[in-house]
């Protein structure tokens, strides 16, 4: 029910009682205002879509991203990631309210941020905001006009990366990651200076992943107990997609996991840290002279190879684990000089 009552000031102030005791109030100019204002306020309230902006504009967006993060990303397997937006988004955006958080201050944001990093990198970063704020409107149910990277134009996404190692390129490669002494000057510093890598996991990890497709965060949290190398595969509990999955080991997989010092205290196949792995890859990669070789492009050569011995795509969709075949057209470069050959 609306009442409508005459100010001093000589203005009309509304007020639209809500369920729970709770009420809406405005001041209008003429009277004619306030009687439609208080018409379409029940209207709203009868459709049950009227919304209360009040908590949206006193309540700040670095608090929600700081609960957000604890609350929600922290729990997700992309949570390292995550950490890097919301903490640019607590920067750029922690000291506005969650109202002002509008299409018009995202537009300026994306603009001015595709001046310093790839549209790829935008796009992904506002599509981590957008999921913020759909968790606040729904979660903690703040009302917001809309969703306001809705509203919003993303940028383009990055061109699939279709990088493959080129001839010579494996060989230099492998050779980098091989620990040995370095060229010196006298016989009494032989051997001191070493150069390539001192971990025993790195190499045959990087193998390993050539010649399976295993995504990094797989093959670095594969089991020894998942493991059955009569059987030739390889369980994984868990995947990026959510779903567990068996992975075929070919021979030479198998001769790679055999050859590995085992530990009886230590459960991993490559007890290594991501950290540790990529940066030992991003040494062995200058050392190589091998460009933007990604340690990620690893997933893109195996497929590739396995492609060759499965065109059926449905077989190689079950090795590499996509559930989406155009996400696996992505990973799949066969080169036109190969194609050629078939084609006869």
């Given at each position: 029910?609306?009442?409508?009552?005459?100010?001093?000031?000589?203005?009309?102030?509304?007020?639209?009682?809500?369920?729970?005791?709770?009420?809406?109030?405005?001041?209008?100019?003429?009277?004619?205002?306030?009687?439609?204002?208080?018409?379409?306020?029940?209207?709203?309230?009868?459709?049950?879509?009227?919304?209360?902006?009040?908590?949206?504009?006193?309540?700040?967006?670095?608090?929600?991203?700081?609960?957000?993060?604890?609350?929600?990303?922290?729990?997700?397997?992309?949570?390292?990631?995550?950490?890097?937006?919301?903490?640019?988004?607590?920067?750029?955006?922690?000291?506005?309210?969650?109202?002002?958080?509008?299409?018009?201050?995202?537009?300026?944001?994306?603009?001015?941020?595709?001046?310093?990093?790839?549209?790829?990198?935008?796009?992904?970063?506002?599509?981590?905001?957008?999921?913020?704020?759909?968790?606040?409107?729904?979660?903690?149910?703040?009302?917001?006009?809309?969703n306001p990277v809705s509203a919003i134009r993303l940028p383009a996404a990055s061109k699939a990366r279709d990088r493959r190692l080129e001839e010579g390129e494996e060989e230099r490669l492998l050779e980098a990651l091989v620990d040995h002494a370095a060229p010196t000057k006298g016989d009494k510093r032989a051997g001191n200076y070493r150069v390539g890598t001192r971990n025993p996991w790195v190499k045959p990890a990087v193998q390993f992943a050539i010649e399976t497709a295993m995504r990094l965060g797989e093959f670095s949290r594969l089991l020894w107990q998942n493991v059955d190398l009569k059987q030739q595969t390889a369980f994984l509990p868990e995947t990026k997609n959510g779903e567990s999955r068996a992975v075929p080991l070919s021979s030479r997989a198998v001769a790679i996991l055999k050859s590995l010092p085992r530990q009886e205290d230590e459960p991993r196949v490559f007890p290594i840290t991501k950290s540790a792995l990529q940066q030992a890859w991003r040494r062995a990669r200058t050392r190589a002279n091998l460009g933007d070789l990604r340690l990620h492009d690893q997933r893109h050569e195996a497929t590739s190879r396995l492609a060759e011995k499965l065109p059926n795509l449905i077989e190689l969709a079950s090795v590499t684990g996509h559930k989406d075949l155009r996400q696996l057209k992505r990973y799949y470069h066969p080169r036109a000089e190969d194609l050629a050959k078939k084609l006869g």
């Open positions: 029910m609306a009442s409508i009552s005459k100010t001093d000031e000589g203005t009309y102030r509304v007020r639209v009682r809500r369920t729970g005791g709770r009420q809406s109030s405005a001041t209008f100019r003429t009277k004619a205002e306030a009687t439609a204002w208080a018409a379409q306020t029940e209207n709203n309230i009868h459709r049950r879509v009227h919304r209360d902006f009040r908590v949206a504009e006193r309540t700040t967006v670095k608090e929600l991203l700081t609960r957000y993060e604890g609350e929600v990303a922290a729990k997700m397997k992309s949570a390292a990631v995550l950490h890097y937006h919301l903490a640019r988004f607590i920067t750029d955006f922690g000291h506005l309210r969650l109202s002002g958080l509008t299409a018009e201050e995202l537009i300026r944001w994306r603009d001015g941020r595709l001046k310093s990093v790839q549209s790829g990198t935008v796009r992904r970063e506002l599509q981590t905001l957008s999921s913020f704020i759909t968790w606040v409107r729904k979660n903690l149910l703040i009302a917001l006009p809309e």
